[in-house]
Structures are given as structure tokens and as C-alpha cells.
């Protein structure tokens, strides 16, 4: 017997299914409204510091991008899954269309490499620091609307019907997967009732109405979220799908086991709590300045003067002399390897701690690591959104709003998804030990968890 809340979780499913005309309305919908965004704003100039959220159109399409639409995305992987992706996402929508009417391609062997979701989170957002991503329009344009028509030609080329941009390249894709293990709403496949439902089909008893699943999922197969766009076609199927609720653990501490990939534990600790700290922590790390300093001095001394010109092109290197913002090759050079640096010196920590822990609990395997780094989702998630949404009270501050409570919020956040981060690591070291080493191993949890908590720390409170 389902109980009431369950029926309305999978009604919900159903109205997705039945609906989507509503929803390509409101995909398009967001495409004119996106578009719109990246491009008008190229056609102004760049912003004073007298321009406002409400008087300057660039400003507002900064706020909507960075202070509203990234951070909240991020947030919205957490509770309704990627509803996002499968709804609502402008890429996505073009993709599929582009598919719809392309060449229908097989999908490429290089396309299918399982390292795409790192690489391509790590050159957009090293890319969009040296350009400059969150301040002005033609750098939206580059890399947004870059990513946008690659979107489409993808879609154009490979595979009729689907998103294998979705799938394999767009730059958030692993991001999102990861965030969306946290869910507590998912498509539950009954295969007992799938088999039965395709002997009745067999036998002509049925007639069962195919099912167009853009993001390549294995439907049968399907346990997980991190790959459902959510989007809802699948409901009902065979009588099997159906959109439930699960624990929000549930992925994570069981999936894990077996489903963790190398990849993912490296976007989780090189990429989300590596690369995006360094390129958050930069603009205010008294240790870039040292660095840079440092740097200036050395080459000064050697004589090597065109490190020090500022003449790279802005789709290059930061490039608004009417703004008084121009990187030097020295700025690019910083920045880039602040953040690489960041990213080894963070990511080989806590790979370090995770290692000790399996080691403790009993047994190091690399499966046991990857399922480990997992645990610690949560707060690769929760310093994306506190870091995006530095923008967010940046630009609100500018307009005279008062922001005293930001603090107080931030260290909140920290503190709720540490203590998720703390429950997931042990009950997956329950699955592998007992006892004091349990607890010994727990240790080298927290010690990882210390590691994040205090690169937050100096740019929240200590810098």
C-alpha cells in the first residue's frame, strides 16, 4: 500500500510525462530569455560603479546569471534532483532540438571518455578567471554562449534524439551528477514489474509505447539519479518507473560501493574543492599578492620585460582599460598556476586523509577511496554555492542592502553540510570496520573535513 505522499511524488511524475508541451514552452521560453541575457548586454558599455541592478541592464544580467541563477541551480540539484537539466535548461533544450533535426551520428569513442566532466569543469572555470567571467558581458558571451553553440553542433552531429552533450561534455554535467546522489526524489524501477510488463508485451497481450530517454540512461538498470534529467518520460513505463522519495543517503553510501569512478573522486577533491577554492580564494588571498610580488621581482632581476605588458586581447587576458581592469601576462600566469597550485597542494590533502582512513578501517583499495570521496559531496557543493554567491552579496551590498546576517549564514551552511559530510563518511567506513578502528579511521574524516573548513575559513573570516 502506497501511502498518500508517495501517490503525489509519482502524480508529479506523471504530469511530466503528460505535459510536454507545457514544458517545451517553458524551455524555449528560457532560451529567448537566456539569449537575450548573454547577448543585449554586449551592445552597451561596460558599467560604471553609479550602475544598479535596476538601471543597467548589464548589471542585471550579472545579478541573474551569477547572484541568482548559478548558485540556485546548484542548490536545486540537491532537493529535486537535475529537474533543472531535464526541464528547464536552455543547453539542454537546444541540444535535443539540434539532435531532433541533425545528422544522428553514432557517439564518437573520444566523446565517451569518463574524464570529460573533470577537464571540462576545470578549463571553464580557470578560463572564465582569466577572462574575467563574472564582470563583464563579452566574457559571458565567450564562454556561456561559446558553450551554448557547441551545445548545438554536438547535437547537430551525434546521436538522433538525444543529449550527448548533456551526457559526455557539458562543462557542469559532473558537477551536477554528483550533487544530484543527494536527493530525496528519484525514478524507482520496479524490474520484477518491467519483466512481467515486456512478457505481456511479447505475447501481443500489450502495447507498450516506446520510450525517448534524451540522456542516455539504461532505464531498466536505473537506480540512481545522477544521471536522470528528471524529466519525467519515463513514468510509468511498463508499469515500473515511478518518481519516489529515498533517503537522501541512499546513493551515496550504498551506490557508492560499486558505481564511485576515479573521475568523480577527482572532480570532488581536485576539481569542487580544489580548482573552484583557488579561483574563489585569489581576489583576496594575501598569498597571491606575496606570490605575485615575488614573481615580479624575480623577473625584473632577469630582465624579462613582456611579462609585465598588458597587451594580451580581453578573450585571452582580462582587457578593459576604460574600466581600469587589464591583466598582465604576469596576472595570467599568477592566476593560473594560485589555482593549480591551490587545487594540488587541497586535493592531495584530503586524498591523503581519505587514504589513511581505508588503510585504518582495514584494507586500501582504490574502489574504497573513490566511494569515500564521496562523502564529501555535500560540502564540495555547499563552497560552489557560498562562493557563487559572494557575487550575489557583492552586487546587493552595491545596491545600499545591508548584508550583516551573510556571515552567520555561511558558517551555517558549513556546519550543516559538514555534519552530513561527518554522517555519510561513517556509515560507509561502517560498511568496512567496527570498533576502534572505526572510530580511529573517523578520525582521518574529520581531519579531511578540518582541511576544507579552514580554506573557507581564511576567505570568510581570517583574511
Not at 345 to 358: D, I, N, R, S, Y
Request: include cysteine.
Amino acid at each position: 500500500m502506497h501511502s498518500k505522499s508517495s501517490r503525489y511524488i509519482a502524480y508529479a511524475g506523471y504530469w511530466l510525462r503528460d505535459h510536454r508541451k507545457v514544458i517545451l514552452g517553458i524551455q524555449w521560453f528560457i532560451v529567448l530569455f537566456y539569449a537575450a541575457l548573454i547577448i543585449i548586454p554586449c551592445f552597451y558599455p561596460v558599467p560604471d560603479n553609479d550602475a544598479r541592478i535596476l538601471n543597467n541592464l548589464t548589471v542585471f544580467a550579472q545579478f541573474c546569471f551569477w547572484g541568482i541563477w548559478w548558485p540556485f541551480v546548484l542548490l536545486s540539484m540537491i532537493f529535486l534532483g537535475r529537474f533543472w537539466c531535464g526541464v528547464m535548461c536552455p543547453e539542454g533544450a537546444l541540444t535535443e532540438w539540434a539532435s531532433n533535426n541533425g545528422l544522428g551520428r553514432p557517439i564518437p569513442k573520444w566523446m565517451r571518455w569518463g574524464g570529460w566532466p573533470f577537464t571540462a569543469f576545470a578549463l571553464t572555470t580557470i578560463y572564465g578567471q582569466l577572462v574575467s567571467v563574472y564582470q563583464y558581458p563579452w566574457a559571458v558571451l565567450l564562454v556561456l554562449g561559446g558553450s551554448t553553440v557547441a551545445a548545438i553542433i554536438v547535437g547537430f552531429l551525434y546521436a538522433k534524439n538525444k543529449r550527448a552533450w548533456c551526457n559526455y561534455l557539458c562543462p557542469v554535467n559532473g558537477v551536477f551528477a554528483l550533487l544530484a546522489k543527494l536527493a530525496p526524489v528519484y525514478y524507482k524501477v520496479d524490474k520484477v514489474a518491467w519483466d512481467e510488463n515486456r512478457q505481456y508485451e511479447k505475447a501481443n497481450l500489450i502495447k507498450v509505447a516506446q520510450v525517448n530517454c534524451a540522456p542516455l540512461q539504461p532505464l531498466r538498470s536505473m537506480q540512481g539519479s545522477s544521471g536522470c534529467h528528471m524529466c519525467g518520460r519515463c513514468s510509468g513505463h511498463h508499469n515500473a518507473i515511478d518518481l519516489s522519495f529515498r533517503s537522501p543517503m541512499d546513493e551515496v553510501v550504498r551506490l557508492g560501493a560499486s558505481e564511485a569512478t576515479f573521475w568523480q573522486m577527482a572532480l570532488i577533491l581536485y576539481g569542487l574543492l580544489g580548482i573552484a577554492i583557488g579561483a574563489f580564494h585569489w581576489t583576496m588571498s594575501p598569498l597571491f599578492i606575496q606570490y605575485k610580488l615575488t614573481l615580479a621581482e624575480f623577473f625584473i632581476n632577469h630582465e624579462i620585460w613582456w611579462i609585465l605588458d598588458n597587451n594580451a586581447p580581453w578573450f585571452v587576458l582580462t582587457h578593459y582599460p576604460e574600466n581600469n581592469d587589464v591583466f598582465s601576462w604576469l596576472d595570467g600566469l599568477c592566476i593560473l598556476t594560485y589555482i593549480l597550485a591551490t587545487a594540488a597542494v587541497m586535493g592531495t590533502a584530503l586524498l591523503a586523509c581519505l587514504t589513511a582512513a581505508t588503510a585504518i578501517a582495514g584494507h586500501v583499495s582504490r574502489q574504497r577511496i573513490y566511494h569515500l570521496a564521496q562523502a564529501f559531496i555535500p560540502i564540495a557543493g555547499a563552497g560552489v554555492f557560498l562562493g557563487l554567491s559572494a557575487t550575489t552579496l557583492s552586487l546587493i551590498k552595491h545596491e545600499g542592502i545591508s548584508t550583516w546576517w551573510a556571515n552567520d549564514v555561511r558558517l551555517l551552511l558549513l556546519v550543516v553540510s559538514s555534519c552530513t559530510v561527518a554522517w555519510l563518511g561513517f556509515r560507509i567506513l561502517q560498511l568496512w570496520t567496527s570498533g576502534w578502528r572505526l572510530m580511529v579511521s573517523f578520525c582521518a574524516v574529520l581531519a579531511a573535513l578540518a582541511v576544507v573548513n579552514s580554506a573557507w575559513g581564511l576567505m570568510f573570516w581570517w583574511w
